[in-house]
Structure formats: structure tokens, C-alpha cells
């Protein structure tokens, strides 16, 4: 006798629709063109904000800095800070984008106001010191692309608690006086040794904070008297 099969007894093979890798952007990374480029690479973007770092991928905390702010951030140290936080993650990235489209360093100091050997310095401290990568990529399009090919590799284990680097309470107070226009690192030190409080500083006449930072107090004493 003939078997017959039946073929309805056979189980429908379903293909599971393969995962989109998911990338963790930061909220202030909404806008940008990178965001869009990822979304339309196929990739899942998930928008939350980040404590450190511009992208979490695969375990990968990556900062992402166009030209401009780049060397702008590394004038008034904010990059530091940053490097510092970036330690947290046992595989980091720092990516710099825009090569194409700005000059990093140029003969000209006049351009962006910093020796260009300032700058291929501070390039290397990033990789001898900070022991972070850098990646240069042309532009958007090109800093999406790297991101995604991450987003491909095997992923790593990432803390979850990552938090913005502890500061001891006289980094605070100077990080406090380094938001007052024209008060830098050199500046805020000289004013926190001669009046060793920021309330001293505050209640200070305007004649003796001239003598300690010139032209620099009337800036500073504007803000403190200025009315919301």
C-alpha cells in the first residue's frame, strides 16, 4: 500500500525576522545627522540620555566631536573631563568628524587661535594618557557607517552605572568659577588660594578682586549682581 503524506501535518516554518542591532544615543545626539543616517542604515536607535559618552554600541561608549568642538573643548578642558569619564568603559572611542569638510590643524594659528603642535599634543595624550582610540571619519555619513559596522561585532559587557566623574569638593569649587565668562583654570586657582571660599569671593570688595585679576572682576561681578 502506497504511504500518503499529508502535507498539512507539516509545520508552517516561520522565519524569525533577524534582531536590528540597537545603538544607545544620547538625547543631546537627537538632531543630529548622524542619528538619521543610522535610522536609515536599518539600524535601532534607542534615544535616552547618557551620564558619559555620546553612544553606547555593542559596549562601546563612543564620544563623537565634529572638528569645531573638538578643538573648542579642548581649549577650555571640557575634553578632559570627558577622557576622564570615558575610563569607566574598559572599550572606548573617541571620534573626530569633519576632516573632509574643516581643517584639524592648520600653519595658520589665526584660524583657530592654538599652534598646531598644541594640537597633535594633545592627540597624543588622548591615546599615551587616556589610552582612548581615535577614529578621524570625513563626515556624517562616514561616522554612521563606523558605528554601524560596530554595532555588528560581537558585544562586550558595558557598566550600567556609568556616572560624570566625582570631583573633589575644591574641583567643584573651581569647576563653579570656571562658568564665569573669562575665568579659567589659571584664574579660578589664583582666586580660591587668596580668598579660599567661593562666599569670599562673592562678598569681596571690587578693588581687591582687581588686584588679584584685573579687567576679569567687573565680568565677574556683573554676573553676581545680575537679576534673573
Not at 573648542?72 to 577622557?83: F, H, T
Request: charge should be positive; aromatic fraction near 8%.
Amino acid at each position: 500500500m502506497k504511504e500518503i503524506f499529508n502535507i498539512f501535518s507539516k509545520r508552517k516554518l516561520i522565519k524569525k525576522e533577524k534582531e536590528k542591532p540597537r545603538i544607545i544615543a544620547d538625547h543631546r545626539e537627537r538632531n543630529s545627522l548622524v542619528i538619521s543616517e543610522l535610522v536609515s542604515l536599518g539600524l535601532n536607535v534607542e534615544i535616552k540620555e547618557l551620564k558619559v559618552a555620546d553612544y553606547l554600541v555593542n559596549g562601546t561608549a563612543i564620544e563623537r566631536k565634529t572638528v569645531s568642538d573638538f578643538i573648542s573643548s579642548m581649549k577650555n578642558r571640557r575634553l578632559i573631563r570627558q577622557l576622564e569619564e570615558l575610563r569607566q568603559y574598559e572599550s572606548k572611542l573617541l571620534i573626530i568628524e569633519g576632516i573632509d569638510e574643516q581643517e584639524l590643524y592648520t600653519d595658520s594659528e589665526e584660524i583657530i587661535g592654538m599652534h598646531p603642535n598644541s594640537i597633535r599634543g594633545f592627540l597624543l595624550s588622548i591615546l599615551l594618557n587616556y589610552k582612548v582610540p581615535i577614529i578621524f571619519t570625513k563626515n556624517y555619513e562616514d561616522t554612521a557607517k563606523f558605528i554601524s559596522v560596530l554595532s555588528k561585532k560581537e558585544p562586550r559587557e558595558a557598566p550600567l552605572n556609568a556616572t560624570k566623574k566625582f570631583r573633589s569638593r575644591k574641583e567643584q569649587a573651581q569647576y563653579i568659577l570656571e562658568g564665569f565668562p573669562g575665568i579659567g583654570p589659571k584664574t579660578a586657582k589664583k582666586l580660591l588660594k587668596k580668598f579660599r571660599t567661593i562666599k569670599s569671593i562673592i562678598n569681596a570688595a571690587e578693588e581687591d578682586l582687581k588686584k588679584e585679576i584685573g579687567k576679569k572682576a567687573e565680568n565677574l561681578l556683573r554676573i553676581i549682581e545680575q537679576e534673573y
